[in-house]
């Protein structure tokens, strides 16, 4: 199945690094014009010069703007205008006790990884649904619906999420235009390579680490190890085309079989 996005525009939000970087690349192998965006200039450009390396050929834009605010929202949308692709990928994660978290962190993860992407829906859901085509894609997350004891101001946040896709799909009903979560299982990235290692110890060799952290704190993945980002890339390159012009309002997943598995 060959996928061609060619005269499509996209926005991967938060895609300096990681799995925004990833997908981001993804879109511009299947011919996709893509902006990259980032907090910083020199990072940015990085993630985009790093696309470049990877597709030769691409359209690549680096934007830098913190789209947490509604200033930086508006710096992007002067400077990008419409979009085809909206991926909402910006978020943060980190472990800490439930009972600990206050409300200025409360706050600070909602106005991040939710509304965020409320805000960038708001702007470009409009013109999408004038143009009879758009695809809009929030990256979720198994925390959604397995809330991590560790992480539960995170998990609280991609539960968020899952209500905003589904009702701004309600709200494209019959225009052309998706609106669908990715839900995706642990992913290896730098942070998660932190992350797991905060909790297993970082005395233990990478993979060995990995196989601990799936037993002890993701016991039921079936595949037993992170997820790749260029895994995740490749569901959101579909999720942009044609062929999932009937997919929408939905959680479609890269987890690992990990939520199937624990549930009745």
Do not use: C
């Amino acid at each position: 199945m060959k996928i061609e996005l060619n005269g499509r525009r996209a926005l991967v939000s938060g895609s300096s690094q990681g799995i925004g970087l990833a997908i981001a690349t993804e879109l511009a192998r299947a011919g996709a014009a893509v902006v990259v965006n980032g907090r910083g200039e020199e990072k940015t450009s990085a993630a985009a010069d790093q696309v470049r390396k990877e597709v030769p050929d691409a359209d690549v834009t680096a934007i830098a703007a913190d789209l947490a605010s509604a200033e930086g929202a508006g710096v992007l949308r002067d400077r990008v205008g419409e979009l085809d692709i909206l991926v909402n990928n910006l978020g943060i994660f980190g472990a800490k006790p439930v009972l600990e978290i206050d409300d200025d962190e409360w706050r600070r993860y909602f106005e991040v990884n939710v509304l965020s992407a409320v805000r960038l829906i708001r702007m470009y859901l409009p013109g999408m649904m004038e143009r009879g085509f758009g695809r809009v894609m929030n990256i979720a997350s198994d925390s959604a619906v397995v809330t991590p004891l560790e992480m539960v101001h995170y998990g609280m946040t991609k539960t968020a999420l899952l209500a905003v896709t589904r009702g701004y799909a309600k709200a494209a009903a019959g225009t052309g235009v998706t609106v669908n979560s990715v839900m995706a299982g642990p992913t290896h990235t730098p942070g998660v390579e932190d992350f797991v290692y905060e909790l297993v110890g970082d005395d233990l060799p990478w993979d060995e680490a990995q196989r601990q952290f799936m037993k002890e704190h993701r016991p039921y993945s079936l595949i037993q190890r992170l997820i790749e980002p260029p895994e995740i890339g490749n569901l959101v390159v579909y999720l942009s085309s044609d062929l999932a012009s009937a997919t929408t309002g939905g959680a479609v997943r890269v987890d690992g079989g990990y939520i199937d598995s624990i549930l009745p």
